[in-house]
């Protein structure tokens, strides 16, 4: 059991550009979830898979981002056309479906955008 | 909607002092309460948890009761060392859903 992984640690992008995150959940974890946390605030759901399928999508989640899960292991979110305000830090989640609270989360990806 | 206050930050303590962390919660319903544990360079750790009024949650002597009457999971410890500096989140989950609302975060501080 190595954690749940995420790659890069950190991302400084300039406005307009388009990022990739990649989530390595625990192996044997068929939950996986995203969350966004800004400074000083708690993190904010984003959004569930269940194996391949994305059964959850907060509001918060605009059209300039989409996130897959294309084999049910790795997850990857992208923000397309960033804006400052996507800056904050990404974090993913796993779990197994008998442990719904049971998150382990990864140590996130910080996203700066200039 | 739902949310979750936490009492501002930071928390500085001296070794072995008694800790609260307060935490009020506004939900319909009979969500369950959690809080998290950050540590330095790490990713969020789930602490304890509560599932249903009147339970009490407690791991690494950290301790917390399910409150309905005043919608509070405050959190307590009884003698602070050093290792528990970290930032302390405050979460509920509504029966059924997949998401957590988390507070905004306490940081704890402990010097020797």
């Known amino acids: 059991d190595t954690g749940v992984s995420q790659d890069p640690r950190h991302k400084i992008t300039k406005r307009g550009q388009n990022v990739t995150f990649r989530c390595d959940p625990i192996?044997?974890?068929?939950?996986l979830y995203w969350y966004r946390q800004t400074l000083g605030q708690g993190p904010e759901f984003l959004t569930y898979?269940?194996?391949?399928?994305?059964?959850?999508k907060s509001r918060l989640l605009s059209n300039r981002f989409s996130a897959e899960r294309p084999k049910g292991s790795f997850s990857t979110l992208e923000i397309q056309r960033t804006e400052q305000g996507d800056s904050a830090m990404y974090l993913c989640?796993?779990?197994?479906?008998?442990?719904?609270?049971?998150?382990?989360f990864g140590s996130g990806t910080r996203l700066t955008v200039v | 909607g739902d949310s979750v206050t936490q009492m501002e930050g930071p928390v500085t303590l001296s070794e072995e002092a008694f800790l609260t962390i307060n935490c009020t919660y506004t939900?319909?319903?009979?969500?369950?309460l959690f809080w998290y544990v950050q540590y330095p360079g790490e990713g969020l750790q789930l602490l304890l948890k509560?599932?249903?009024?009147?339970d009490k949650g407690s791991n690494k002597g950290f301790e917390a009761t399910y409150r309905k009457e005043t919608t509070s999971f405050h959190l307590e410890k009884g003698s602070v060392q050093v290792s528990d500096s970290a930032v302390y989140f405050c979460?509920?989950?509504?029966?059924?859903?997949?998401?957590?609302?988390f507070g905004t975060g306490t940081r704890l501080t402990v010097i020797p």
């Open positions: 979460a509920l989950s509504q029966t059924g859903a997949n998401n957590l609302f």
């Open positions: 192996s044997e974890h068929n939950r």
């Open positions: 898979f269940q194996n391949e399928a994305q059964l959850e």
């Open positions: 989640a796993s779990s197994r479906t008998t442990e719904r609270y049971g998150y382990t």
């Open positions: 509560a599932t249903k009024a009147d």
């Open positions: 939900a319909t319903g009979y969500p369950s």
